[in-house]
């Protein structure tokens, strides 16, 4: 179960990330830390929050569950300014590191101010290059997260879905990655 190891006030924090709706959490997400490259290190894992209406939330759920059971993510420091990871998928016992993605400190898409950013561009194919991740500290195991789903161009916005998640710190080792082809960029 998500949190069974957080302290009583992290496990308080989480139930009321839960109950948020995502207008809620978008406006909980705007006043958090961002926290440092180094502090985002090992596995994490994660869940889906309120994704605003039951259609919204099918094809998010759906979509999250092709690979396999979404278990979380996985952060390793590269330097003080970026990093990588990937998302897990299967079960605890089996899991799979898949999705991989640079991680920096930027500017957040959904919010002023700066976020730690999970970028997929450079490492998948298809439509998951669509895919950018921002997240925020709520307390020191527990963090939101916002996914975002669609063009980065700012007067596209409004075709981007935003997807809430959450993540709580666990104590599972980082996975080796196999190595990564090099992307071909087209033209």
């Known amino acids: 179960m998500l949190g069974e190891s957080l302290s009583p006030p992290e496990k308080d924090q989480l139930a009321e990330l839960m109950r948020l709706d995502r207008f809620r959490l978008k406006m909980f997400y705007w006043d958090l830390p961002t926290p440092a490259i180094v502090d985002l290190a090992g596995e994490y894992d994660a869940q889906l929050l309120d994704q605003g209406d039951p259609l919204g939330t099918f094809l998010t759920r759906t979509l999250f569950g092709s690979k396999g059971p979404w278990l979380g993510k996985a952060?390793?420091?590269?330097?003080?300014?970026?990093?990588?990871g990937y998302n897990a998928f299967g079960s605890v016992e089996d899991r799979k590191a898949l999705l991989p993605m640079d991680t920096s400190i930027d500017h957040s898409l959904i919010v002023p101010g700066y976020s730690f950013i999970l970028d997929y561009r450079n490492k998948n194919w298809g439509p998951i290059r669509w895919l950018r991740g921002e997240v925020r500290r709520v307390s020191e195991s527990v963090?939101?997260?916002?996914?975002?789903?669609?063009?980065?161009?700012?007067?596209?916005?409004?075709?981007?879905?935003?997807?809430p998640f959450v993540m709580v710190h666990c104590d599972r080792p980082y996975l080796n990655l196999a190595p990564q082809p090099p992307m071909k960029r087209a033209g």
Do not use: A, Q
């Open 143 to 163: 963090f939101l997260g916002m996914g975002t789903f669609g063009p980065r161009r700012r007067n596209l916005h409004k075709f981007r879905r935003v997807i």
């Open 75 to 84: 952060f390793r420091p590269i330097s003080d300014t970026c990093g990588e």
